[in-house]
């Protein structure tokens, strides 16, 4: 399969240079857009207040438990790759939360809490199974 896609980050400037922009798989294209919907939150995007997930509404909630935190980002992340991500069909998200503490400095232990985000599907265009796993610190947040 041809190279169709846009890689990221995406510089205009190229066209105005009348240069060539990288190019990149479909799988390639449709991890970065994945990756996008799972760092937005709700009202990021001004031109659309609905694209991103849920996630960075509960990041910093640690009174619901991690069933509730999980189902609530899961069906988040269903919803929005169904509506935005028109590549893929036969979607599964699968979120695992855990705490993990982390050493900084000689002394000095943070407990963040860690998520992990499986995606899989089916590529429309090709009928190729499709796999995505995007993994980040909540809570306080670092990428």
């Known amino acids: ?30 991890s970065g857009f994945l990756h996008l919907l799972a760092t937005t939150y709700f009202g990021e995007c001004t031109f ?9 509404e509960v990041d910093f909630d640690n009174l619901t438990s991690n069933d509730k935190l999980r189902g609530v980002i899961t069906e988040s992340m269903q919803d929005s790759i169904k509506h ?7 979607i599964t998200v699968d979120i695992k939360l855990r705490q993990e503490s982390i050493s900084e ?14 995606i899989s599907g ?17 809570a306080p947040m670092a990428f």
């Open 105 to 118: 400095g000689k002394n000095l232990q943070i407990v963040r809490k860690r998520i992990d985000i499986f």
């Open 84 to 90: 935005y991500e028109k590549r893929l069909t036969k």
């Open 1 to 30: 399969m041809p190279n169709n896609y846009y890689s990221l980050p995406f510089k205009p400037s190229v066209f105005i240079n009348n240069n060539t922009h990288n190019k990149c798989s479909i799988k390639e294209s449709i």
């Open 48 to 56: 659309d207040e609905s694209f991103g997930n849920a996630l960075w």
């Open 122 to 138: 089916t590529i429309t265009q090709t009928n190729e199974l499709f796999s995505f796993v995007e993994s980040f610190y909540i």
